[in-house]
């Protein structure tokens, strides 16, 4: 969603709020409702994020087409992001937060909507990307890369995807060796175990090509070396533990 206002006032985002939907067909109703919620978040504004969420219930009691709701579910997740925001809700990595919750819950519904097929492409990994981006916040990181790969399978270089990919590699590679190297053998099994989020398939975010995706090509390309290096070092390691055991 693209912001038509740069940070617009308060009395304009009270316009916003005061308009009705009834007389908008379901396009131009799903461009208000996107808009507004932009703007609420750019400007931290409670109320048009609680407006925006009673026009969503608003518009989903129309016969829509399955794009439509799925994009509604999309959107319902961009306010409880937004009210995230507003509520420093983003600072913490508590799962029991409800608008985080509401948040992952939209994303599934999204995703797992018959529209969702339907909608292009971008969106789609959009929508997966954030979805994954928030498991991997709450410490379901296996279940983010499951759904990372998702959004990788539809557009093979969408940035936010492969960045935060070859982050959790990194990371991934750093447990091993340290694990390796201090002794810690039953944890290194485990991480060797893991899934390998290393590999040279990993892409992501659309919107950023050029330099950004250049980078992301390196990076890959090292850490998918890095990680098969500490794989290997892994497994020789615990053959020549069982050896002598």
């Known amino acids: ?63 829509l087409a399955d794009t439509d709701g799925a994009l509604i579910e999309y959107f319902r997740a961009n306010v409880w992001a937004a009210r995230s925001h507003i509520a420093n809700v983003r600072l913490s990595w508590s799962w029991e937060a409800p608008e985080r919750q509401a948040e992952l819950l939209a994303l599934s519904r999204a995703s797992n909507h018959p529209g969702f097929a339907s909608l292009d492409k971008v969106r789609q990994c959009q929508i997966l990307t954030n979805h994954a981006n928030l498991l991997h916040m709450v410490g379901r990181t296996i279940d983010a890369v499951a759904v990372w790969d998702a959004a990788l399978r539809i557009i093979p270089g ?14 991934r590679a750093r447990t091993r060796l340290g694990a390796v190297l201090g002794g810690d053998y039953p944890r290194a099994r485990l991480s060797y175990h893991l899934p390998d989020v290393a590999r040279g398939d990993a892409v992501a975010r659309h919107e950023q090509p050029g330099g950004l995706r250049r980078h992301h090509r390196w990076s890959l390309r090292f850490f998918a070396a890095l990680g098969h290096f500490y794989r290997l070092i892994s497994r020789t390691t615990l053959s020549h533990q069982k050896n002598n055991s």
């Open 158 to 171: 969408f940035a936010m995807a492969r960045g935060n990919r070859t982050r959790i590699a990194a990371g």
């Open 1 to 63: 969603m693209k912001a038509m206002i740069t940070n617009p006032g308060f009395e304009e985002l009270n316009k916003q709020c005061e308009r009705s939907i009834t007389k908008l067909s379901d396009a131009e109703a799903l461009a208000h409702i996107g808009q507004l919620i932009d703007d609420a978040f750019d400007a931290s504004f409670e109320r048009g994020a609680k407006r925006a969420l009673h026009l969503l219930d608003e518009l989903s009691k129309r016969d």
